[in-house]
């Protein structure tokens, strides 16, 4: 099938969403969940309830862990929020914020637009990446899945049913083996956190071990900078240190510019592998989030060092801070 006709399917089912307004009904938080037989599971959310921003939202699999990671945070800053940020957005909304790819895809297929002020447009979040336009994949994907969605919300409003969102119940649309599609009100089953946890049998741990013991406290993180770089197809990446601070005195002991392929959990282990052999064993290593904790908390153990998790790491979070203020900031020309 040419691509034009997916796009077409799937802008249609931008304008059957647009006609029914979910949002209405869903808060941005309340979910909707397509379960395809013996496939990943689909959470999907609905924006514009507040009536800034309108949209649906589509998380596959494991992607909505992050959600409910982000959900427990309150102090993080707005920036490193984005490590989270794993989906693909239908957004409704002007011309003017549509990019130029975009807009030649809607004027190319010759999609009319009734509301002005909602404009359909499709975008891929990735933690490694800026926002960028759907394709190959994630066009397939939307293709196959919205239609489903579209069924799903008919049968819901006319069924009338009203989930108990606030104790955590969701409309569940569910495929039998006979590929028939049921729909229902179940709980929400968020899967578990995929935890990584790194092989210390693969180091040296008496090495490790004897080590001096320093009287201090290291914070430990693979954080977002807001400068953009590009990737070997040419698509703007988050440019993303892997920084080590002293907790108490604010000092940067190490950094590491983290290459999109690497493997997060990798580059914490070898990084706090590294400052070990350099400086010594920590009192306490504290990380932002539980990709880095489940990592370490192995390894740490059998050196004695205390693991710890904190949203804010201060430390960090002002030096990429200051980092933002000098780029910022005007140099003042010599005469």
């Not at 935890?195 to 004897?210: C, G, R, V, Y």
């Given at each position: ?120 447009h499709f975008r ?75 092989d210390p049998t ?128 005007p140099f003042t020309?010599?005469?």
């Amino acid at each position: 099938m040419e691509n034009n006709e997916k796009w077409l399917t799937i802008f249609e089912c931008a304008r059957k969403i647009s006609d029914l307004k979910p949002w209405k009904k869903f808060n941005d938080i309340d979910f909707f969940e397509l379960r395809p037989y013996k496939k990943e599971r689909i959470y999907i959310s609905f924006l514009g309830k507040g009536k800034q921003v309108y949209g649906v939202v589509f998380y596959r699999g494991d992607e909505i862990v992050g959600v409910d990671e982000m959900s427990n945070l309150e102090y993080i800053p707005t920036i490193q929020r984005l490590r989270y940020q794993k989906c693909i957005v239908c957004y409704f909304d002007r011309i003017e914020a549509l990019t130029e790819d975009e807009v030649k895809v809607i004027d190319d297929l010759g999609i009319n637009v009734k509301d002005k002020t909602k404009y359909p447009h499709f975008r891929v979040y990735n933690p490694k990446y800026l926002p960028y336009m759907i394709e190959g994949n994630e066009l397939d994907f939307l293709f196959e899945i919205f239609p489903i969605l579209i069924e799903a919300l008919d049968r819901f409003y006319s069924r009338n049913l009203k989930p108990l969102f606030h104790l955590f119940e969701v409309p569940v649309f569910s495929q039998t083996k006979q590929g028939n599609w049921t729909l229902g009100i179940k709980s929400l089953n968020i899967p578990s956190y995929p935890m990584k946890i790194a092989d210390p049998t693969l180091l040296n741990i008496n090495n490790l071990k004897s080590k001096k013991q320093l009287d201090y406290i290291i914070e430990l993180d693979i954080s977002y900078t807001n400068e953009v770089i590009k990737g070997a197809d040419n698509r703007p990446l988050h440019a993303r240190l892997a920084l080590i601070a002293n907790a108490q005195s604010g000092e940067m002991l190490s950094y590491k510019v983290v290459d999109p392929e690497e493997d997060n959990v990798q580059v914490y282990v070898n990084e706090f592998i590294k400052f070990i052999n350099n400086f010594g064993l920590p009192q306490l290593c504290v990380v932002r989030d539980s990709e880095a904790y489940f990592a370490l908390l192995h390894i740490a153990y059998l050196l004695g060092v205390n693991m710890s998790r904190s949203e804010e790491l201060i430390a960090i979070d002002d030096f990429i801070e200051s980092m933002q203020e000098f780029k910022n900031k005007p140099f003042t020309k010599l005469s």
